[in-house]
């Protein structure tokens, strides 16, 4: 399974900022995704996640009602809306598929993407 990250960039605080993670390869079924971030010096942090056939979703309280998570089932692929952003956002994202149990752990997750780069910044 590979999984490409896209869409991160420079942006300032306020702004928005659309991230997308195409899954292929061998992919059986997908059960849930999920989205990390890691900034420096800091170990890696669950941000949201996704059932995939149901769209139940689960968010860290850091980024409850500014971030959302969504899919498309028929592309396979993932998206993570970010808006109101603040500085402390600031980390590289990775969207990675759920093969365990938590949702809210590195542990939960077995494959993962290359990571994109989102700097929060006046």
């Known amino acids: 399974v590979q999984l490409q990250a896209s869409g991160g960039g420079l942006v300032q605080p306020g702004g928005s900022l659309r991230l997308s993670c195409a899954a292929s390869?061998?992919?059986?079924?997908?059960?849930?995704m999920g989205w990390f971030r890691q900034a420096p010096g800091k170990e890696r942090e669950f941000v949201a996640a996704i059932s995939w056939g149901g769209g139940r979703t689960y968010y860290a309280d850091s980024v409850k009602g500014r971030f959302t998570i969504s899919r498309d089932v028929a592309k396979n692929t993932l998206y993570l809306q970010m808006s109101s952003l603040k500085p402390e956002d600031t980390a590289v994202y990775y969207c990675?598929?759920?093969?365990?149990?938590?949702?809210?752990?590195?542990?939960?997750?077995?494959?993962w993407g290359q990571g994109t780069q989102v700097t929060v910044s006046s």
């Open positions: 390869g061998s992919i059986l079924r997908i059960n849930a």
């Open positions: 990675a598929n759920k093969g365990g149990d938590s949702y809210y752990r590195t542990t939960g997750y077995d494959y």
